[in-house]
């Protein structure tokens, strides 16, 4: 099954909402996992506050790369959608062309009528 298919089988507003849920899961996972492992860290050895700075920066840093691996990932799909797309679908200068001769077309025949 082509990805055209399963785009014209799903809502439309699916991707969106799978985007969306990565993102925020990099976000606010990498996050409150750094908040107790720093906490925690910084328990263990009495080093208040860096290790949990230290936590939250590494945790910062990873969901920076996360989204931005994401986005990619998601452009490469658009691009390859629309490239199908661009193959199959007629050019907005060859529809207006057929729209053109339809129109011709209709003026004939109601003259011939």
Known sequence: MSLKDESQKQPFWKPAIEIFAKV???IAGPIVIALYVGRWLDQRYDSEPWLFLASMAAAFILSSIGIVKITLDYIKKIEKEAEENKSSAPTLAEAVLDKKAENHN??????NE
């Open 24 to 26: 925020t899961g990099l």
């Open 106 to 111: 209709n003026l004939e025949d109601q003259n």
